[in-house]
């Protein structure tokens, strides 16, 4: 592109992967004044490798695999191109042995009709999703439709009764999984996303080895270091002129054309009323209220030899009874189970979500590791299972910058509230001043966020370019 006859300042706030990746357009065509504003003293957000466990490979305290690693997602297409997918693979969740809490593991055959009810199940629950809101005047969470028609389908199973019961066990163990992967108590979560977008994108989720890390530096490898200020803290962004004012807690003053936020549903849902001056249309503070950024963290534990190997590489924990009655006695119930991290030997990742995992923060690693042992010693069968030697949690909720794992609607929903959050805030005169670029933008906490950093980028770049061609400048 050729070079831009007025150089627009631009301000980034965020250097996770929508902020790096919005920058890195910019650059690309040709915008020489764009400066990245962290609040951390790191680039990445929610994307955080780092060293832990044995071997060399290192471990993902956020962003864990590429959802749907084809020809169409951006972020596989960098993967693949520097070579970070070695060595590869597709992670399959319901491949875990599902033991029960008296050791014994659940037969095959019971967890492989499970899986399938449960698959069906799901699929129904998103593909009538909005028809159920329209037919009860209200808006319908996932759990109680989740429940509905696993009850339904689990009538129509011809089998005894000890099958029956492992199966419900094997169906609540599979709707912890999916409090994981939705980020979020069900009961909190809802979509408004239409049929033909809950259609399965080919190629499963794919681990990158050598981790997150490896795509941010590929992204910033052209973005010149001056553009990049880490420990900026935005507390202020004055936009009721044509030219915005951003000030950081440190007391620097930083002028802008346009501000790009990439900033979390979490922090903009706490901050956003003395962040913004004046302060956000009414409308974009109702999505914010609508909008939720889910709980969800995981948990390292390194040993001094292999736990689950050869036998098991990945567990299932099948409670007799998921209900938490106490969060500070029940907690790790929401404990989905745990999996043997493949580029390593004696290092086991599990995945905690909901309520639980935000009560988990307040407790020390050697607490934590201490129960999660016991949970093994129980549901393996093998009272010799030592305490591990390191542990490491991820605590999402409670950082400053982010408050929370990745986002959802709730039930509290305003119909078409995505598509509302990204349009840009504009001047009297019409000009884009401010633009929200994020996870929340397009569903997906990698490379959605990258994706919805680009697309902003794509609209100051489409403005500057008619601008050029118009000899408005």
């Known amino acids: 592109m050729s070079i831009l006859r007025k150089q627009p300042n631009v301000v980034i706030i965020g250097a996770g992967m929508a902020g790096i990746s919005a920058a890195r357009r910019l650059v690309d065509a040709g915008f020489r ?105 209200r808006i319908i969470t996932l759990e109680p439709l989740l429940c509905e028609y696993l009850e339904k389908e689990l009538q129509n199973v011809k089998a005894d009764g000890s099958y029956i019961q492992d199966m419900q066990k094997a169906l609540k163990a599979m709707m912890n999984f999916r409090r994981c992967y939705e980020g979020d108590e069900l009961d909190r979560i809802t979509w408004e996303k239409p049929e033909e977008e809950y259609n399965i994108t080919e190629g499963g989720e794919v681990h990158i080895p050598g ?48 501000v790009i936020v990439t900033s979390s549903i979490g922090y903009l849902k706490k901050h956003h009323e003395t962040l913004f001056n004046p302060k956000l249309p009414q409308i974009n503070i109702d999505v914010l209220t609508s909008l939720e950024l889910g709980r969800v963290n995981k948990i390292f534990l390194e040993f001094d030899q292999p736990i689950l190997a050869p036998t098991y590489h990945s567990v299932a924990f099948t409670w007799d009874d998921t209900t938490i009655e106490n969060i500070q006695n029940d907690w790790y119930k929401r404990i989905f189970g745990f999996e043997q991290i493949f580029t390593k030997n004696n290092t086991l990742l599990g995945w905690i979500a909901g309520d639980a995992a935000e009560y988990m923060e307040t407790l020390s690693n050697d ?47 305003i119909p078409g509230e995505q598509v509302i959050f990204s349009e840009p805030i504009t001047t009297p005169s019409g000009g884009p001043v401010i633009l929200f670029a994020g996870e929340a933008l397009s569903n997906c906490c990698t490379h959605g966020a990258r994706d919805s950093g680009i697309q902003q980028a794509e609209r100051l770049i489409d403005l500057y370019m008619k601008k050029n061609i118009d000899g408005t400048f």
């Not at 910033?220 to 001056?226: A, D, Q, R, T």
């Not at 900026?232 to 030219?243: A, D």
């Not at 299972?385 to 986002?407: D, H």
Request: aromatic fraction near 8%; proline fraction near 4%; charged fraction near 25%.
């Open 33 to 137: 004044n764009v400066l990245i504003l962290e609040a951390a003293d790191r680039i990445g957000g929610r994307i955080h490798t780092v060293s832990f466990g044995d071997g060399n490979y290192p471990v993902e305290l956020g962003a864990n695999w590429i959802h749907a690693p084809n020809a169409q997602n951006s972020t596989f297409q960098i993967a693949e191109a520097i070579g970070a997918l070695q060595p590869y693979r597709i992670y399959n969740s319901m491949s875990s042995r599902f033991l029960r809490e008296d050791g014994v593991e659940i037969r095959r055959e019971i967890i492989k009709e499970a899986f399938h009810i449960f698959n069906r199940v799901q699929d129904k629950v998103y593909r009538t999703i909005i028809n159920e809101r329209t037919k009860h005047n």
């Open 367 to 413: 607490e934590i590791g201490k129960i999660c042992a016991e949970l093994l010693r129980k549901f393996l069968g093998n009272r010799n299972i030592p305490n591990p030697k390191a542990v490491l949690v991820s605590r999402w909720c409670s950082n400053p910058y982010v408050l929370g794992a990745y986002f959802h609607q709730t039930k509290r929903m």
């Open 211 to 258: 981790g997150y890390c490896q795509i941010l530096n590929h992204i910033m490898k052209l973005i010149p270091k001056k553009s990049l200020m880490l420990k900026k803290e935005v507390v202020e962004i004055l936009w009721n002129s044509e030219i915005t004012e951003i000030k950081t807690r440190d007391g620097s003053t930083f002028k802008a054309d346009h």
